[in-house]
């Protein structure tokens, strides 16, 4: 088992949908949570970090994390063509050590 | 732009060969990591250095070694190249005395071994 499981999808959504994404994880130690946005060919650009649970909120962006029950989403509303790219969820011990990935979900947002 | 750059952006090497990849390190960022992506795979974490020594290790083996340099650059290693070494090589800073920082990454380096 995988210690960062991700849905890799594609997922693919009509221009104004929300969109959830998800990840689920088995490392209670884990205690920094981030999600990275990455475009084809291109390195991953962070768009939101989160320290244990809760929510946190910039812009059409959602973060959430449900420690208890080893759970993180991204909610995005009001999807833009702009948004379709590859979401990576991921988590770390400690905010500036190991990171670990899921595998990413491939988002088309159709316009 | 995060300010991690790298260099290359892209190569082509035979198996067998070695490559050094380059990064130069966001201003203020003492740390710098590595990682590995593989096509439709998250970045897989290479080992990380602080202060010109290597602080953590991943599951990768000992033909890939890295340096760190006083101005907190960094050096990426892969000798006796494998097919399975095609990947986006990504170099990513972060500043061990901050307060819950979490890390940036460059664009990458393409490699294919041939």
């Known amino acids: 088992q995988k210690e960062v499981e991700q849905d890799p999808g594609p997922l693919s959504v009509p221009e104004g949908a929300i969109v959830s994404l998800n990840c689920t994880y088995s490392?209670?130690?884990?205690?920094?949570f981030m999600w990275y946005r990455q475009y084809s060919r291109k390195g991953p650009e962070l768009l939101m970090y989160?320290?244990?649970?809760g929510n946190k909120e910039d812009g059409r962006f959602t973060a959430q994390v449900d420690k208890s029950s080893k759970y993180i989403s991204l909610f995005i509303r009001d999807s833009q063509p702009s948004d379709s790219a590859t979401y990576l969820c991921?988590?770390?011990?400690?905010?500036?050590?190991?990171?670990?990935f899921g595998t990413g979900t491939k988002l088309q947002v159709i316009p | 732009e995060t300010g991690v750059t790298q260099s290359p952006t892209h190569l082509i090497k035979t198996r067998g060969q070695q490559v050094t990849l380059r990064c130069s390190s966001q201003?203020?960022?003492?740390?710098v990591s590595w990682y590995q992506q593989a096509l439709g795979q998250g970045p897989q974490f290479i080992f990380q250095y602080y202060r010109e020594e290597e602080n953590g290790r991943g599951n990768f083996p000992p033909r890939f070694s890295g340096l760190q340099f006083p101005n907190y650059s960094s050096e990426l290693n892969v000798n006796a190249l494998e097919l399975d070494d095609s990947a986006l090589y990504l170099c990513?800073?972060?500043?061990?005395?901050?307060?819950?920082?979490?890390?940036?990454f460059g664009e990458g380096s393409w490699l294919t071994v041939v």
């Open positions: 991921a988590m770390s011990e400690r905010g500036y050590q190991k990171v670990t």
């Open positions: 990513a800073s972060s500043d061990w005395t901050g307060d819950g920082n979490t890390i940036y």
């Open positions: 989160t320290y244990s649970s």
């Open positions: 490392n209670s130690a884990f205690q920094y």
């Open positions: 201003s203020g960022h003492n740390t």
